[in-house]
């Protein structure tokens, strides 16, 4: 049966509730990428398959059909040693821009950093939108790609460039989540950084993909890394896409750090006091701005410094950068207090000039 056929024989079988074979779902997620196929049959399989509930082997077909299809941005000598942190989104809590501050600590410890991220869909202020406010430009030729690796070790990879093949389902997923209904295309995103980087910390706004994706992306080749979720204090909010020191982390492990079942993080681990989610709330880009600011000088809220500390701590222990998660603060905390990463923002602007 060739591609075009596929779709139409696999939404039956999703919709009986079976798990589809690794080709057909090949196929179909070749197809579903075309302009040529219809919204309402693309529509009709993702819906079938949210309603299914994807398998950790549905998520990792995906991770890679899409990683084939994004465009290369060559980078395969630093992806060995590089990390990317991202979160899902999607968990309606507005908070500051946490990973993407993280990721900028992180590349100021020498560690090289390729940050996959998109526009705000959820929030006043996704991570390009902070990424271009310090002066970051979304697409860059390769060559700058590359030169900002050598100089900054840092690189921010803009989605909606490397994936060209999620155009044609952009109208569908908006049409789906008018309708409240949550597709993989909600959590797919920071699994597919083109670069494929060696290293991962990775929030998810529900905890009932922790393992599934954990598992997909050990099975392409993550080399170690965490899949996240946060338990905060907060009773209107069921939890966060990122660690926080508000309340307990659920934490699944990738690759070298593989765990064999789900487990549960509380601040102390870091060393840090359980703080106060509502300190982590973010705003639009000026408001994230002052908030970077804040942070830079020392005069943020406890919760929120500590909150980006133990990431900043996690991330470094992933990759490698230190030995364990006390080491990881004590290294943050240094970089943070001693002004290197102020100092890294102002080669960024330097570089950029």
Not at 56 to 76: C, G, H, N, T
Not at 94 to 111: K, M, Q, R
Not at 282 to 290: M, P, S
Request: charged share 20%.
């Amino acid at each position: 049966m060739n591609d075009k056929d596929q779709l139409s024989s696999s939404i039956p079988k999703l919709k009986l509730g079976y798990d589809i074979p690794k080709d057909e779902l090949s196929c179909c997620i070749r197809e579903i990428t075309q302009e040529t196929v219809s919204f309402q049959k693309k529509k009709d399989f993702l819906k079938a398959l949210a309603q299914k509930g994807e398998t950790y082997e549905e998520f990792s077909i995906f991770i890679r059909e899409f990683r084939k299809m994004a465009i290369d941005p060559e980078l395969q000598d630093f992806a060995p040693n590089a990390i990317d942190l991202c979160g899902t989104g999607g968990d309606k809590a507005h908070s500051f821009n946490i990973s993407t501050f993280v990721s900028f600590i992180v590349a100021s410890a020498g560690v090289p950093v390729i940050k996959h991220g998109n526009r705000s869909i959820s929030s006043k202020c996704g991570s390009a939108d902070l990424i271009e406010a310090i002066g970051i430009p979304l697409n860059p030729p390769v060559e700058m790609i590359r030169e900002c690796m050598k100089s900054l070790n840092y690189t921010f990879l803009f989605a909606p460039h490397f994936h060209p093949a999620f155009k044609h389902i952009a109208p569908v997923r908006k049409a789906l989540a008018e309708e409240g209904i949550i597709t993989i295309f909600n959590l797919l995103g920071p699994t597919i950084n083109p670069a494929k980087p060696a290293y991962q910390l990775l929030g998810v706004f529900d905890p009932n993909y922790l393992a599934k994706i954990g598992q997909a992306l050990t099975s392409n080749n993550v080399k170690a890394g965490l899949v996240v979720h946060g338990k905060v204090n907060d009773s209107n909010i069921g939890g966060v896409d990122e660690l926080t020191a508000c309340g307990e982390n659920q934490v699944f492990g990738i690759g070298e750090l593989a765990m064999k079942q789900i487990e549960r993080w509380q601040p102390e681990r870091w060393q840090v006091k359980n703080g106060d989610f509502s300190d982590l709330g973010g705003g639009d880009i000026a408001e994230n701005l002052q908030i970077m600011r804040s942070l830079l000088k020392g005069n943020a809220p406890d919760s929120l410094r500590n909150t980006v500390l133990v990431n900043a701590s996690t991330a470094l222990w992933v990759q490698g950068k230190c030995a364990s998660l006390e080491e990881g603060i004590e290294l943050a905390d240094s970089l943070l207090i001693n002004g290197n990463v102020e100092q890294w923002l102002g080669k960024v602007s330097d570089f950029f000039k």
